[in-house]
């Protein structure tokens, strides 16, 4: 099967380059150690005596987040050295700010071609790697069952796309899963999901998302948040915030539902405001353009603070911020939820955060989260945008509720942690094993 891979694997790249060098151009920042992704990777100093060395791979800066409590879980042992890569420029530069002098080495991704795939691996010389949710590159999981180094899959997940391209082609995914040491769910479904692709019982081990133990953003002070709300044109000290309403990593077609909702609501006497952060801030001058074609004030973050405090819409187009600006919330809408949007943007941040949520029928990435949020009645599912409306409608209208749905999504957060400990775990005991042996 390698040698196949291969052989489609260059020239697939070289028909996809141009679409890359589009979108690094778009994005910026890959100038950034660009030898890199040719296995041309700082290399480390050799491992001290008796310590283990983990090489993790985290995608982008989601991941990357992700990954902090396992690596921390792991430290706490004492003789594991991290080496982290990933693949975007956001979530290079992120690791580099989070972790830069916490770990071993951080770096980027090597393309999963043998000759570049080769040269990282000569010069990390991991003693095992991790990989995070749906990524099985090929020549990376080969490098490791040559060397007999152990892999691990953590947070592994199957969206519904990718599962249904699986079983179209069961002998693929299950010859990839055959080369992990072990495989770490996200949730019940990916752990069925695995098992019908050829992941075996002894493989899976399923002890939830990791990304329930990510810690939650330092809270803002009552100075600092009102600051941030006169920053965003939201707030007076004359009269008091009305209720806001966030967007939360909006997809085309939610901005404009949701900004017609708003209107709808004002116009019948109820006050709100809308905060909309898109999941791409480069979707700014779209969304601009569709704030123009409306009545409501708005204030586009991208171009400095709002000099108005009248402001009804703020569109937040900038980067890192989502945190922050959800903690000003008082209910969050959860994007690419709504057609024809699919898949859902992650639930878990908002509701540690204590946030009332509201999220569209199609939240697949999250499915089993999202079941546990709505049974835990932190969590509404709305079908459209009428049932959008009329929910939203029916919590502006009952504060009581809106506070016995935070409480329940503050409960529901803190009684799911610590997967990170229990993977760290099932690592080391992996490794006492290959010890004794």
């Known amino acids: 099967m390698i040698l196949l891979y291969r052989l489609f694997y260059l020239p697939a790249f070289l028909f996809a380059l141009p679409y890359y060098v589009f979108r690094m151009w778009r994005r910026g920042g890959y100038g950034k150690d660009l030898q890199h992704r040719f296995g041309r990777f700082t290399q480390p100093p050799p491992a001290k005596e008796g310590n283990i060395r983990v090489w993790i791979q985290a995608v982008s800066v989601g991941e990357v987040l992700a990954v ?4 921390e879980a792991l430290q706490v042992y004492g003789r594991y050295e991290i080496v982290l ?7 290079y530069a992120e690791a580099r700010k989070r972790y830069g002098d916490k770990i071993l080495a951080t770096g980027i991704f090597p393309l999963d071609f043998w000759p570049a795939s080769i040269c990282a691996w000569g010069r990390i010389k991991p003693d095992a790697i991790v ?56 949730s019940a479904t990916d752990s069925h999901r695995l098992g019908q692709l050829g992941a075996s019982n002894e493989q899976i081990q399923e002890f939830g ?11 803002l002070s009552e100075s600092a948040r009102h600051s941030l709300l006169v920053s965003l044109g939201f707030s007076t000290d004359e009269k008091p915030m009305p209720p806001l309403l966030l967007g939360s990593s909006t997809w085309p077609g939610e901005e404009a539902a949701l900004i017609r909702i708003t209107a709808r609501l004002l116009k019948d006497g109820l006050d709100c405001r809308l905060l909309l ?13 569709l704030l123009q074609g409306q009545n409501l004030s708005w204030h586009q973050r991208s ?48 509701a540690g955060l204590g946030k009332p949520l509201l999220f569209g029928p199609h939240m697949s990435n999250f499915r089993d989260i999202a079941a546990d949020l ?19 409608r029916s919590l502006l209208e009952d504060p009581a509720r809106c506070g016995e749905m935070s409480r329940a999504a503050r409960d529901w957060h803190s009684a799911n942690r610590g997967s990170c400990a229990r993977i760290a775990r099932a690592i080391d005991e992996q490794f006492q094993r290959i010890g004794a042996a």
Do not use: M
């Open 68 to 71: 902090g409590p396992l690596i």
């Open 85 to 91: 890569t990933t693949t975007t420029s956001t979530g």
């Open 131 to 186: 990989l995070t949710e749906s990524e099985l590159w090929p020549e990376h999981l080969h490098q490791s069952k040559v060397r007999s180094v152990p892999a691990f899959l953590v947070n592994a997940r199957l969206s519904d796309r990718s599962f249904a391209r699986y079983q179209k082609v069961p002998h693929l995914p299950a010859r990839l899963f055959q080369k992990f040491t072990a495989i770490f769910p996200a």
């Open 209 to 219: 998302s990791i990304k329930l133990d990510v810690p939650a953003p330092p809270l």
């Open 277 to 289: 952060v898109p999941r791409h801030a480069e979707r700014g001058p779209e969304l601009r353009r």
């Open 303 to 350: 171009c400095g603070e709002a000099t108005s405090q009248d402001i009804i819409i703020h569109l937040a187009d900038t980067t890192g911020e989502l945190s922050q600006l959800t903690q000003l919330a008082d209910i969050c809408f959860v994007g690419k939820s709504l057609a024809p949007n699919s898949g859902g943007q992650s639930p878990i941040d908002a």
């Open 374 to 392: 709505r049974a835990n009645g932190a969590a509404c599912e709305v079908s459209d945008e009428a049932d959008l409306e009329a929910k939203l």
